[in-house]
């Protein structure tokens, strides 16, 4: 079954008949992992549970020879036998397993970044960006009449393109070219199933700086109230990205003071009639992207594919510009084509029939179905794994950043990823995540201190693709998503996520659904007025994040969801877990983050496979976790409300890699030995012990002093490559950081001063490998004493400073002298130089 599964999958657009043979045999195979999976708990079983289909049914065999299955479960898998049988007699024998073995070892390809950075920065966008910032910055030249009119509103710049043209990046870059200067800025996504409250609170949360939880009561008009007296009196800037109708823009204008002529928004939309709506209540004017010509089409296609325009092989030049000309300058199309093309053979025959297959579909319509057909091209192109962990993106919202180890540890619970040979399940997972950011079917996000990926986005016209193909091969079930495009649904649920339902309309929705056979259930928002969870006897992911309406009688039954492995509370208003937690002896991830969860049951040491357990520094835990030897993520732990026995026993946890520990500055654990990453906010100095952290990569540390002595203590740590330091020391003493000091394999120092002086140097011989140097809001007095000697970091090449207003001619002084000793620096490292005002 597994193998037809796997045949068929590599088939692109299979007959109406195919398809009906693979939707009944994909539906078979569910039912036949359910009845295994029921049978193992019938029997009591404890062992480790098998990873992988076949070997389910292996281990399930073995269990037979010793005693009987329960009747009920027996006679199902009989009447699952039968229907196997009828459905093999309609279709060929079936041939061997494919596995994981094939799959790349996929590292993030340089180039798939460079898409992004360059088709943001470089790829045509220049010219577009400056004339928004003109339309948005320049004295307004219209007639006097029509100045007097308007000339308190705020100026607005309405960007207007089909999708895939770009119009967020484009947004984007003109939010971050401009934004230093306003007082406060917010940048926000609608989509087509705007979340009012939810919007009006990022909106809140972005100009304030304060973050406004999803769990407060209150009302779109308090929102709307409390947004415009903070931006009454300030110069804002504010993108709104992502407009679909204009009843959702008249609620959001609300928000913004119309009395402040020295403010700018920008909006973007597909559509005319929006674009006109934004522009009624204040002062604006339409800007209509345009498509990138065949000059900036090729500089985005070849550098996907090659390492620059000169190196495109000359027997593909000419089809390269013929698959360019069908792409009509859409950048999403260009990228997409090229992500496919990236893992194909680069051979003239392979890349004409790549062109033949995308046909006249963009010709007849660029911007709907002919990127459809590509979209098509690029997903049957995938390993079956790979379409697998695609469509599960399904399940999130429309323009929510999607963070990548929340993505991972989902794929790995549901089953689509799983250890094989020395390669961990999430190490398989993050190869899975680095193969679609290659191939363009994922954006990038934020990325850490490293250059690392640490999230993703999806396109809309991608995820409409997505959603399409999960509903028609019944992969997810959606409710709440408005997609005129499908058909009838399936009744039966595999995965259910339900966004934006209203109350009182869910009974209606789930009418006629089953949910004994969901595996995963994800809401957004609200809470669906659904069975009992005893119900969702097959359940493997519980994602309740940010769930307003949540109680905890909600949770009463959770404990029976044996085969539950990630459990995701955050945001909610949960006070407490069931006291027999402890039983769900298969749950790998526990959420608690922002709840008023404040002690955690004596039972839930007793979850031996748990990996991940996130909670909040006031949380107390029970004696016993010695017993949790999976954990490998512990946040965060404040030390100083934890019994003894906890604390000695964090030093028997020996897999555990991530602990984020809040502690009395002499507490140590022999736990740290094995650490890599250590987080330590709001101590007076630098601890001793921190010195024997041989294996210490990663620091994060907040301390009141910090001195020369304190500076060799950290340098000398052997295996450090990532510092982040900050102290309010008041002393004269300059630190000065030699090669006598250390720090021999630091690559990124990051150093703030809380809004104090800076008084640091850095000699000759000093931090020999470091790249990247970031210094955060200090403040500058004297401008000799901001000599940071970075001509002596060899390996130097960024430099970010944040610094407090001062004297202009201080700061002025600084930025010059800066300036100056990166163009002398041999690297030339690039110097972003902020003032915060």
């Known amino acids: 079954m597994e193998a037809f599964l796997l045949k068929m999958s590599e088939v692109e657009d299979p007959n109406p008949q195919d398809k009906v043979w693979m939707n009944e045999v994909r539906e078979l195979s569910y039912d036949l992992e359910d009845a295994i999976n029921d049978f193992m708990q019938s029997i009591g079983d404890k062992d480790e549970k098998p990873d992988g289909f076949i070997e389910k049914i292996k281990s399930s065999l073995g269990k037979l020879g010793k005693m009987k299955a329960r009747r009920q479960i027996g006679k199902e898998i009989q009447d699952l036998k039968k229907q196997i049988i009828e459905v093999g007699e309609r279709n060929a024998r079936y041939k061997s397993r494919e596995t994981f073995s094939k799959m790349v070892n996929a590292t993030v390809d340089p180039r798939a970044l460079a898409i992004f950075e360059h088709s943001s920065k470089l790829v045509g966008l220049e010219k577009p960006k400056a004339e928004i910032i003109k339309l948005l910055m320049e004295d307004d030249i219209r007639p006097p009449v029509q100045q007097q009119q308007q000339q308190q509103y705020p100026k607005i710049v309405s960007i207007v393109g089909s999708g895939g043209m770009g119009k967020t990046t484009l947004a984007n870059q003109v939010y971050q070219e401009i934004k230093g200067q306003f007082d406060c800025c917010a940048f926000l996504s609608v989509s087509r199933s705007p979340d009012m409250m939810n919007i009006l609170r990022t909106i809140l949360s972005e100009v304030s700086g304060q973050r406004y939880s999803n769990t407060e009561e209150g009302s779109v008009q308090i929102l709307i109230t409390k947004i415009n007296d903070f931006l009454l009196d300030k110069r804002y800037f504010v993108v709104v990205d992502d407009i679909w109708d204009m009843d959702t823009w008249d609620i959001i204008k609300c928000a913004f003071p119309a009395t402040s002529s020295t403010s700018r928004i920008i909006t973007t939309t597909r559509i005319n009639n929006v674009a006109h709506s934004c522009l009624s209540s204040f002062n604006g004017l339409i800007y209509n992207i345009s498509a990138l010509g065949m000059v900036h089409s090729r500089q985005l296609f070849h550098r996907r594919l090659f390492k620059s325009d000169q190196d495109c092989p000359s027997h593909l030049q000419e089809i390269s510009e013929q698959i360019l000309k069908k792409c009509h300058g859409l950048p999403l199309a260009i990228i997409a084509i090229s992500g496919l093309l990236a893992n194909t053979k680069r051979t003239e025959d392979v890349w004409n029939q790549v062109k033949d297959s995308i046909g006249r579909a963009l010709e007849r319509n660029p911007s709907v179905e002919g990127m459809m057909k590509i979209l098509s091209l690029s997903y049957f192109d995938l390993p079956p794994y790979l379409k697998t962990c695609l469509l599960y993106l399904s399940m999130y919202v429309e323009d929510s950043i999607i963070e990548k180890e929340n993505l991972i540890q989902r794929w790995i619970s549901e089953g689509f990823i799983y250890k094989e040979g020395r390669y961990t399940a999430y190490e398989l997972g993050e190869r899975c995540f680095n193969e679609l950011l290659n191939r363009g079917l994922i954006q990038p996000g934020a990325t850490n201190a490293y250059g690392i990926v640490q999230c993703c986005r999806v396109h809309d016209t991608i995820l409409d693709f997505i959603i399409f193909k999960s509903i028609e091969e019944n992969f997810v079930t959606l409710l709440g998503v408005p997609n005129p495009t499908i058909g009838k649904k399936s009744t039966i649920v595999r995965r259910l996520c339900v966004q934006g339902v209203e109350e009182g309309n869910s009974a209606l929705l789930i009418a006629d659904l089953v949910f004994s056979h969901v595996r995963s259930l994800t809401m957004v928002g609200g809470l669906l007025e659904i069975p009992s969870l005893e119900e969702f006897r097959h359940l493997r992911v519980l994602d309740l994040n940010y769930c307003s309406k949540l109680e905890d009688h909600h949770l009463e039954n959770v404990v029976r969801l044996f085969q539950l492995r990630y459990l995701n509370l955050k945001g909610t208003k949960i006070s407490k877990l069931p006291k027999q937690i402890g039983r769900l002896e298969c749950l790998e991830v526990l959420d608690l983050r922002g709840t008023s969860v404040k002690q955690l049951p004596a039972s839930i040491v007793n979850l031996g496979k748990l990996m991940h357990l996130l909670v909040d520094d006031n949380v107390q835990f029970p004696e016993g976790v010695a017993k949790m030897q999976a954990l490998e993520t512990l946040e965060y732990v404040n030390a100083s409300i934890q019994p003894l026995e906890f604390l000695c026993g964090l030093g028997q946890l020996m897999n555990l890699r991530n602990l984020w520990l809040i502690l009395d500055f002499e507490f140590y654990s022999d736990t740290e030995d094995t650490l890599k990453r250590m987080f330590l906010p709001y101590v007076p100095h630098v601890p001793t012990w921190v010195g024997s952290l041989r294996n210490l990569q990663r620091l994060y540390i907040e301390a009141v002093i910090v001195n020369h002595d304190h500076l060799c203590m950290l340098g000398a740590l052997p295996s450090l490559l990532f510092l982040h ?95 100056r000793a990166a163009s002398t620096h041999p690297n030339h490292p690039s110097l972003l130089f902020q003032r915060l005002r």
């Open 725 to 819: 330091l900050e102290d309010e020391t008041e002393s004269n003493e300059k630190l000065k950081i030699s090669g006598e000091v250390g720090f021999r394999f630091l690559k990124i120092f990051i150093y703030g001063r809380f809004f104090e002086p800076v008084d640091l140097m850095f000699g000759t011989r000093s931090m020999p490998k470091l790249e990247k140097l970031e210094l955060h809001e200090f403040r500058m007095v004297e401008a000799n004493s901001l000599g940071f000697g970075i001509e002596n970091l060899p390996c130097l090449t960024s430099v970010k400073c944040t610094a407090v207003a001062g004297d202009d001619g201080i700061v002025e002084a600084v930025k010059t002298a800066m300036e």
